[in-house]
C-alpha cells in the first residue's frame, strides 16, 4: 500500500509540475482490481511516470531494461516497486526474470510490460516479442492493451526534460487469458499489437 501511494504520488506530481496535460480515454475499461498486465506501446522515459499516475488504483511493477537499475536513485527506486529488470543480450536471464514477475503477478501483483523493447521516441510501434506475454498466459491473469502518445515529449524529442505538451493515454477492453489453447496463447502478442497500433494512430489522427 505504501508502494502504491508513493509511485502515484509521484507520477501526479510529476504531470503537475511539468504541466503536462493528461488526456485519459477508457478508463472505464479498467477492472476493479488486479492482478493484470498492462501491455503498451514504449515512446519514452515518461511512459513509467505517466502509468504510475493514471494506474493510481494498481501496485505495479515494470518490466524494465537492465540498464535501468543503473541510473542514479531511479534505478535502486524501480527495483524498489518490484519491477523486474530484463538483459536482452542474455535469454536465459530473461527467462528467469519473467518467472519472477510471474511469481510477483501470483501474489497479486500487477505488471506493466512494453513489448517492443525499446522506445519509438514518437515514431512507429516495433513488433511485438512473442514472448513477451507469457507473463499473463502462464498464470491465466487478464491483458490491458494500452496506447499512449506524447510521451517522448518529455526527454526523447530534445534530449533533455521538458514539460508544457500533452499525453494522451487510451485504455482498451481487457483481454482474458485463462484457458487459452497453446496457439492463441502464442498469436497473443500479436493479437494486443494490432490493437495498441490502431489505438495509437487513432491518437495520432486527432
Not at 536513485?73 to 542474455?90: A, C, H, L, Q, T
Amino acid at each position: 500500500e505504501y508502494i502504491l501511494k508513493a509511485t502515484s504520488t509521484w507520477g501526479k506530481r510529476l504531470v503537475r509540475d511539468l504541466n503536462i496535460h493528461l488526456n485519459v480515454l477508457g478508463k472505464e475499461n479498467l477492472p476493479e482490481k488486479g492482478p493484470v498486465v498492462f501491455v503498451a506501446n514504449h515512446q519514452g522515459y515518461g511512459d513509467i511516470p505517466i502509468c504510475c499516475a493514471v494506474l493510481d488504483a494498481f501496485q505495479t511493477g515494470f518490466i524494465a531494461k537492465k540498464s535501468l537499475s543503473k541510473l542514479p536513485f531511479y534505478g535502486e527506486w524501480i527495483k524498489n516497486i518490484r519491477s523486474v529488470m530484463i538483459d536482452r543480450d542474455d535469454p536465459r536471464g530473461s527467462l528467469r526474470s519473467i518467472e519472477t514477475a510471474v511469481e510477483f503477478i501470483k501474489q497479486g501483483f500487477s505488471m506493466v510490460v512494453f513489448p517492443e523493447g525499446h522506445r519509438s521516441k514518437g515514431g512507429e510501434i516495433s513488433e511485438f516479442k512473442k514472448g513477451s506475454l507469457r507473463l499473463a498466459t502462464k498464470p491465466g491473469v487478464p491483458v490491458v492493451p494500452i496506447s499512449i502518445n506524447g510521451t517522448y515529449k518529455l526527454f526523447e524529442e530534445k534530449g533533455y526534460m521538458q514539460g508544457n505538451f500533452t499525453v494522451d493515454f487510451l485504455i482498451h477492453p481487457m483481454i482474458e487469458t485463462a484457458g487459452l489453447s497453446r496457439t492463441e496463447a502464442s498469436n497473443l502478442a500479436a493479437e494486443v499489437e494490432q490493437i495498441v497500433r490502431k489505438g495509437l494512430n487513432k491518437l495520432k489522427s486527432k
